[in-house]
């Protein structure tokens, strides 16, 4: 009977271990040639990801100059979410009026390069959209109540899924222009960070979620984790002395 309760006390800590580092190192790591600037044209490899926009003496209407998509390589992601999450850090500041607005809209195509066409954006269907006056220099785009945003990465799970960031407010009389920081670092116009774009998938909503998979990358590569491996490391070492003392205790 204490060897059966044992081992089975022993499977339970097994497979709550196993559950963890499954949610733990769940996600896929984009390409540094997956975030450009494009102009509604052109796509640019050398500008990362910068929004700008255009606006007029009197306050009129922005109007879109430059935009950015971003994508991510899902095609071997196994999880399932239901809500998701975009965190951008700007690193320049240029002209417009705070507040400004910025809005995430599919993109038409995801096979679009850095210095190709641009494939351009379904501007009727909008996935997100946040109002910020970046004195933190940080946006985030949250899942609205519908799980829009979650809804459409989910959709494209086993493949490549990309977004179009626009600025749709905030150009101010003249024009505006914000630039994040991207995967590129020193290889592109942002410097070397670890603020890239940080999108992040949720199992549950509000008050429920909790973190499935987070998809950054620092500089273009999967940097390893190490205070994660450490306390992986360390509970394993907790698991194994439990199991050693039950071992001796049994065994008495």
Do not use: H
């Not at 271990?17 to 540094?32: C, W």
């Not at 940097?223 to 439990?242: K, R």
């Amino acid at each position: 009977m204490k060897r059966s309760r044992f081992l089975s006390a022993l499977i339970v800590v097994a497979a709550i271990v196993a559950i963890t580092a499954t949610v733990v190192f769940a996600g896929t790591y984009r390409s540094p040639s997956k975030d450009t600037a494009c102009d509604g044209s052109n796509c640019y490899d050398n500008l990362g990801l910068e929004v700008q926009a255009s606006g007029s003496p009197g306050g009129g209407a922005c109007s879109v100059v430059y935009y950015s998509y971003i994508g991510w390589d899902l095609t071997s992601e196994t999880g399932t979410w239901q809500s998701a999450s975009l965190k951008l850090t700007a690193y320049d500041i240029t002209g417009g009026e705070a507040p400004f607005t910025f809005k995430l809209y599919p993109v038409n195509n995801d096979t679009w390069t850095e210095d190709g066409a641009d494939p351009g954006y379904d501007s009727s269907t909008e996935l997100a959209s946040v109002t910020d006056d970046l004195t933190d220099n940080v946006i985030e785009f949250k899942d609205d109540a519908s799980n829009t945003l979650g809804t459409y990465f989910l959709n494209k799970k086993g493949s490549v899924a990309s977004v179009a960031l626009v600025m749709t407010d905030g150009c101010g009389t003249i024009s505006g222009d914000v630039k994040f920081e991207d995967i590129e670092g020193t290889g592109g116009s942002a410097p070397s960070s670890a603020n890239e774009a940080d999108l992040i998938f949720y199992t549950g909503s509000g008050a429920t979620a909790v973190t499935l998979s987070s998809m950054n990358a620092n500089n273009g590569a999967a940097s390893p984790n190490w205070p994660l491996y450490a306390g992986l490391a360390a509970l394993a070492a907790l698991v194994l002395a439990a199991v050693g003392l039950g071992v001796r205790r049994f065994n008495s």
